[in-house]
């Protein structure tokens, strides 16, 4: 059974700051890897889909890495902005038509 | 193009009371799915449906039914609310399987009393 981690499960940073949110898996036979964005109140956001071929995927400010044979991607935010202020959720896409198994979240507080 | 929609948004239950939530896309995708989502357990799959007619069970199924009547529709009921069942529930939907594409609703909060 897929299992998802991530760590911390909270963060606070001032405005500015790069920052590293973790997400490790269990099962290296992912078909893909995806971050969510949710804000407080609301339903999930897509920010970033990793085929499981693919090692790294970029939006923006965003910038997310898979190295499946360790089992961990990574969401790297650049500069960050009190407007990032959300949780942030991985997922691994198993092969087939297996649903999407997610972790638990990190919430982050950038603060200006 | 409204995406996903789930009705309703906030509803309170007594405990054996039934009811049903509803999750509607209009986006033509094949594969639907109900979610529970509970301070410190994150996302849960509670069904899921791979196309019309179609549905199974996923990793906290029990006290929970669903239906897929309709391509666009996809129903969860609860037969006999039980404070347990107090959650955010959260629909969303996929054009295919694999994890692609994923489109979540707003979220209903049920509260059980």
């Known amino acids: 059974k897929q299992e998802v981690t991530q760590i911390p499960a909270a963060l606070s940073v001032p405005e500015g700051e790069n920052l590293v949110l973790n997400c490790s898996f269990t099962?290296?036979?992912?078909?893909?890897l995806q971050w969510f964005r949710q804000d407080p109140g609301k339903g999930l956001t897509s920010l970033l889909l990793?085929?499981?071929?693919?090692r790294e995927q970029t939006s923006g400010r965003l910038n997310a890495s898979l190295d499946k044979s360790s089992g961990r991607s990574t969401l790297y935010i650049a500069a960050s902005q009190p407007g990032d202020s959300a949780t942030y959720l991985c997922?691994?896409?198993?092969?087939?038509?297996?649903?999407?198994?997610f972790g638990k979240g990190t919430r982050l507080s950038v603060i200006a | 193009n409204a995406g996903v929609t789930q009705t309703p948004k906030f509803r309170v239950l007594k405990t054996g009371q039934s009811m049903t939530l509803l999750c509607a896309q209009d986006?033509?995708?094949?594969?639907m799915y109900w979610y529970r989502q509970d301070p410190g357990m994150g996302l849960r799959l509670i069904h899921y449906s791979v196309g019309e007619g179609t549905t199974a069970k996923g990793e906290v199924p029990d006290g929970y039914n669903v239906s897929r009547l309709k391509k666009q529709n996809f129903l969860l009921g609860l037969e006999s609310a039980a404070p347990s069942q107090t959650s955010v529930y959260f629909c969303a939907s996929s054009l295919r399987g694999g994890g692609h594409g994923y489109t979540f609703g707003s979220g209903t909060r049920l509260t059980v009393v």
């Open positions: 990793i085929q499981s071929s693919q």
């Open positions: 986006m033509n995708h094949e594969y």
């Open positions: 099962d290296s036979a992912i078909y893909n």
């Open positions: 997922a691994a896409g198993p092969p087939g038509n297996t649903p999407l198994v």
